[in-house]
């Protein structure tokens, strides 16, 4: 599909997005240079974090602390792009009422949004 996408459009930049154990596709990113949005990384997964140690494509890393498959320092290391919630688990939900998980949506698409406006398909000067 990827090539079928890419012939039908040269000049545009497709972008991957992964959550959890889709984050394996970081692979796929770093070999085609594809920039990519990485929701809760497996960054406790050697292929996942090599595959991120060599992308040169830009990638946006969103997890949480509570996550035990999010590493923060890695996260920063691997990535100038990312969005950690204080006391997020996997599923990027806090305890207690449901309208603090439901803030957390917001945050993650704001930083969406941000690193595509910004950094991924940034306005034409």
Same mark, same amino acid.
């Given at each position: 599909?990827?090539?079928?996408?890419?012939?039908?459009?040269?000049?545009?930049?497709?972008?991957?997005?992964?959550?959890?154990?889709?984050?394996?596709?970081?692979?796929?990113?770093?070999?085609?240079?594809?920039?990519?949005?990485?929701?809760? @990384?497996?960054?406790?997964?050697?292929?996942?974090?090599?595959?991120? *140690? /060599? !992308? =040169? &494509?830009?990638?946006?890393?969103?997890?949480?602390?509570?996550?035990?498959?999010?590493?923060?320092?890695?996260?920063?290391?691997?990535?100038?792009?990312?969005?950690?919630?204080?006391?997020?688990?996997?599923?990027?939900?806090? @305890?207690?009422?449901?309208?603090?998980?439901?803030?957390?949506?917001? *945050? /993650? !698409? =704001? &930083?969406?949004?941000?690193?595509?406006?910004?950094?991924?398909?940034?306005?034409?000067?």
């Amino acid at each position: 599909m990827l090539n079928r996408v890419s012939a039908s459009s040269p000049e545009a930049v497709p972008l991957l997005i992964g959550k959890s154990l889709g984050t394996t596709a970081a692979t796929l990113a770093a070999a085609r240079n594809l920039p990519a949005i990485w929701l809760t @990384p497996l960054l406790t997964t050697p292929e996942v974090i090599e595959a991120l *140690q /060599v !992308a =040169t &494509a830009p990638f946006l890393l969103v997890g949480g602390t509570k996550d035990r498959h999010w590493n923060g320092p890695l996260a920063t290391e691997l990535s100038p792009h990312v969005l950690e919630i204080e006391g997020a688990d996997h599923g990027m939900q806090l @305890p207690g009422p449901l309208a603090h998980s439901a803030a957390i949506l917001g *945050q /993650v !698409a =704001t &930083a969406i949004e941000d690193f595509l406006d910004t950094v991924v398909w940034p306005p034409a000067a």
